[in-house]
């Protein structure tokens, strides 16, 4: 089946830093991706779409300037948290698909970002 | 808005049947979803019901879709200690477009 891969799986820095995440559709081409950060106990919430080659689109109250998304080929994306606060500390998950070819997103195994 | 709602937490003993309940606000969603997420660990999708069906049958899952009442239920059959996880609800309006999830409910099952 279709494998997404996230690196790192854990991250700590320190305030004020920033933090790159990368997404990988390991053996298929994902023309869409999603971010998703997910706070304990609470649901998923979506925070960007990007598709390859263009911009993200950004959900409401995301910082788009916080979290830079770059989808620069069909199995790469990164999220880069830039001069990360402590409460930017979240699990982060991406998700791939192929929007023209099936509905179901493949899931990364989420990466933990603690902000010191 | 849309709106995904979940019971908290669920505990049963191994072996008996499990239901998670779910209901949800927009009557546009087409697909719905059951993810699991294992401690540390992504979503895994068990399974997903169109909106035209009422039940859906995988082994030891069925998917009840009631959709006059938005509720949606996830049964597991003979639940295992390895069923033990968060299960989220989620919908989507179209096949690829956003999801959006409810808070999961934690299944905890006991030997």
């Known amino acids: 089946g279709a494998v997404v891969s996230q690196h790192p799986s854990w991250v700590i820095c320190k305030s004020g830093t920033s933090v790159k995440i990368e997404c990988r559709s390991l053996?298929?081409?994902?023309?869409?991706m999603f971010w998703y950060r997910q706070f304990p106990k609470q649901s998923l919430m979506l925070m960007a779409t990007?598709?390859?080659?263009?911009?993200?689109?950004?959900e409401q109250g995301v910082e788009k300037d916080k979290f830079l998304i770059n989808h620069a080929s069909l199995t790469l994306s990164t999220l880069t948290v830039t001069s990360a606060h402590p409460e930017d500390s979240s699990f982060y998950i991406c998700?791939?698909?192929?929007?023209?070819?099936?509905?179901?997103?493949?899931f990364g195994p989420g990466t933990r970002l603690t902000v010191t | 808005g849309e709106d995904v709602e979940q019971s908290l937490f669920l505990s049963v003993r191994e072996g008996d049947s499990s239901v998670i309940n779910c209901t949800y606000t927009?009557?546009?969603?087409?697909?719905l979803y059951w993810y699991k997420q294992e401690p540390g660990a992504g979503l895994q999708l068990l399974t997903y019901?169109?909106?035209?069906?009422d039940m859906k049958q995988d082994q030891r899952l069925t998917v009840l879709l009631n959709k006059k009442d938005k509720h949606l239920s996830l049964r597991i059959a003979d639940t295992q200690t390895g069923d033990s996880a968060i299960y989220f609800c989620?919908?989507?309006?179209?096949?690829?477009?956003?999801?959006?999830f409810g808070k999961g409910t934690m299944l905890l099952v006991s030997p």
């Open positions: 927009d009557s546009s969603s087409t697909y």
């Open positions: 053996d298929f081409q994902a023309t869409t």
């Open positions: 990007s598709n390859e080659g263009s911009k993200a689109t950004y």
């Open positions: 998700s791939a698909g192929v929007p023209r070819e099936s509905y179901e997103q493949y």
């Open positions: 989620a919908e989507s309006i179209g096949g690829y477009s956003t999801l959006t």
């Open positions: 019901i169109f909106s035209n069906m």
